[in-house]
C-alpha cells in the first residue's frame, strides 16, 4: 500500500469510492472539492494506493482561530475507503500519514465533527485515540 498526496487524477479512483459509499456518482462534486483541498495545502490531503488504483482518501486541511479554538488544528474533513478494502488498516495508515503532515504544518491538535447516525466512522477515531470534544454543534435551517 502506497500513501501519497492528492493529485487531480484522482478524480475518477476517488468518485468511484463515494459512490460505492453513498450510492451517488458525483464527479463534479469531487472535482471542487479535490481542487479546493489542492489549492489549500498540495501535500496534506491523502490518498491510499493498492495496485496502482486510490482505494482510500482522507482531506482537511490546518487552520486556527475558528470557533473560539485558537491552536493551530488540522482537520479532518472528508475521508474514505472502499468498502472492499476496509479493515485492512487503510484508514489508519492515511490517518498516520495526515497527522505527520499536520505536524508540519504547526498543528497541535487534530479535530472532526462526527455525525452520530454513522457509528462506524465513530468507532473508527476512537480506535485512533480521539475523545469527544467539550464542543457543542448547533445547526438552523434556512427555509427558503
Ligand atoms: C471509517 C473508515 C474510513 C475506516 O476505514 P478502514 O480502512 O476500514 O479502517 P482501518 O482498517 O484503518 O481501521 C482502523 C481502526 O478502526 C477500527 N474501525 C474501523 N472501522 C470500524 C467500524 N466500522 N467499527 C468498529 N471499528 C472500526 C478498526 O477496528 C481499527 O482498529 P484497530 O487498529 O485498533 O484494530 C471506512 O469504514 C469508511 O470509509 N467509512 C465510510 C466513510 C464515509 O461515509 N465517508 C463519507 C462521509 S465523509
Known amino acids: 500500500m502506497k500513501i501519497r498526496p492528492v493529485?487531480?487524477?484522482d478524480l475518477q479512483d476517488i468518485a468511484g469510492?463515494?459512490?460505492?459509499?453513498?450510492g451517488s456518482y458525483r464527479?463534479?462534486?469531487w472535482e471542487k472539492r479535490i481542487?479546493?483541498?489542492?489549492?489549500?495545502?498540495?501535500?496534506?490531503?491523502?490518498?491510499?494506493?493498492?495496485?496502482?488504483?486510490?482505494?482510500?482518501?482522507?482531506?482537511?486541511?490546518?487552520?486556527?482561530?475558528?470557533?473560539g479554538l485558537e491552536e493551530p488544528t488540522g482537520w479532518?474533513?472528508?475521508?474514505?475507503?472502499?468498502p472492499d478494502c476496509?479493515?485492512?488498516?487503510?484508514?489508519?495508515?492515511?490517518a498516520e500519514e495526515m497527522w505527520?503532515?499536520?505536524?508540519?504544518?504547526?498543528a497541535t491538535t487534530v479535530r472532526t465533527l462526527v455525525d452520530e447516525e454513522m457509528p462506524g466512522i465513530a468507532k473508527f477515531f476512537d480506535a485512533l485515540g480521539f475523545e469527544p470534544a467539550a464542543v457543542t454543534s448547533l445547526v438552523l435551517r434556512l427555509d427558503d
Do not use: C, H, N, W
Not at 41 to 48: F, H, I, L, N, R
Not at 86 to 94: A, H
Not at 100 to 106: I, K, Q, V, Y
Open 35 to 67: 481542487m479546493y483541498y489542492i489549492r489549500r495545502d498540495p501535500e496534506v490531503s491523502q490518498v491510499a494506493e493498492i495496485d496502482g488504483k486510490v482505494v482510500g482518501f482522507m482531506l482537511g486541511e490546518v487552520r486556527g482561530g475558528e470557533f
Open 7 to 9: 493529485e487531480d487524477l
Open 76 to 82: 479532518v474533513e472528508v475521508l474514505g475507503v472502499d
Open 27 to 29: 464527479p463534479e462534486t
Open 100 to 106: 505527520s503532515r499536520f505536524r508540519a504544518r504547526g
Open 86 to 94: 476496509r479493515g485492512r488498516s487503510v484508514g489508519r495508515r492515511l
Open 17 to 22: 469510492i463515494d459512490e460505492a459509499i453513498s
